[in-house]
């Protein structure tokens, strides 16, 4: 399952050495999802859909232990799709303008410090919450670390077919651009940065080290390494 081909680089897992606030996180990640613009809700449903049909080529394997991760990556996925969907006269379509609001919703639910998230015990009962929380965070943030020529190359080929013309050729991602208008500081930068490193096809993404250690935690509750 692509989703969960992730890897830890070392020199980030250097930089994360010392655990960040989780306020930090918090703010950070609430940041990222305010700027959220029609072009990223629009590649974030494209990259959405492909994590449906990663996750069900998994639950056509029956022997493969993947199959309630896989299972419960769906809920999780329809979960997203559905709070984003509207009711049409055509059927259901997606209203770009709830994107910013639902990825807001749930950093600040779930990455609190209140009750952070993360940091909670993982029970069988609450894997799949977790699960649905930390697969909105992830999606939110491969987005917001895509690049605008990426973002308008999938949507000129994506179901959409549209030519995103509030995009800028060799324009940042949005984290990148965020940075440099000073929304995020240096600091919060670090906490929403996915790095790249590999070629083009085998890249090898090392997401923030608060992201991996979820991951690690809600993997070890479905008994997969």
């Known amino acids: 399952m692509a989703a969960f081909l992730l890897f830890v680089h070392p020199i980030w897992a250097q930089e994360q050495a010392q655990p960040p606030s989780q306020r930090s996180v918090e703010e950070a990640l609430a940041a990222v999802a305010i700027h959220l613009s029609p072009p990223h809700a629009l590649y974030l449903y494209e990259s959405l859909t492909r994590q449906v049909l990663s996750n069900e080529q998994i639950l056509e394997q029956p022997q493969s232990s993947r199959r309630p991760l896989a299972n419960d990556s769906l809920w999780a996925l329809g979960t997203i799709s559905k709070s984003i969907l509207v009711e049409g006269q055509d059927g259901p379509y997606m209203d770009v303008r709830l994107v910013p609001a639902f990825f807001k919703d749930i950093a600040r639910r779930y990455m609190n410090a209140s009750h952070y998230w993360p940091d909670r015990e993982i029970t069988p009962e ?77 890249e090898v993404l090392a997401f923030p080290a608060y992201m991996d250690q979820w991951k690690e935690k809600i993997y070890a509750a479905y008994g997969v390494k």
């Open 126 to 202: 609450t894997r799949r919450e977790h699960l649905a929380a930390w697969y909105s965070l992830y999606l939110m943030l491969l987005v917001g670390n895509t690049t605008q020529d990426e973002i308008a190359e999938t949507l000129r080929k994506g179901a959409f077919e549209r030519d995103p013309g509030m995009l800028e050729a060799g324009g940042p991602s949005l984290v990148d651009k965020l940075l440099r208008e000073k929304v995020l500081t240096g600091e919060a930068y670090k906490l929403v940065r996915i790095r790249r490193s590999g070629a083009a096809g085998r």
